[in-house]
């Protein structure tokens, strides 16, 4: 069973589907005005320094352009995901 989103609709399950709605939609046409109460929190950053392997950075470089981010959103990324997986604890 598949969640609903504020506008009545099927709400996408995953990145893919939420691209191939907005790539057959007319962005012009949606209800904007019903998401004024929406707020984004942006998590405090801390910078650090790190070093690494030059082979790793560059590996990480690649990636990072491959999936259209920077290699320290990448690094973020990579972080998160390794942080908040119940498997790696």
Do not use: C
Not at 51 to 63: I, Q, V
Request: proline share 7%.
């Amino acid at each position: 069973m598949s969640a609903v989103s504020r506008a009545g609709k099927p709400a996408p399950r995953d990145l893919n589907e939420l691209a191939e709605h907005f790539d057959r939609t007319d962005a012009g046409e949606l209800p904007w005005g019903e998401a004024t109460d929406l707020t984004i929190e942006r998590p405090e950053l801390e910078q650090i320094s790190l070093r690494l392997p030059k082979e790793d950075l560059a590996e990480l470089k690649r990636r990072a352009a491959r999936a259209g981010v920077g290699y320290t959103t990448l690094v973020r990324m990579i972080l998160r995901q390794y942080l908040h997986n119940p498997l790696s604890r």
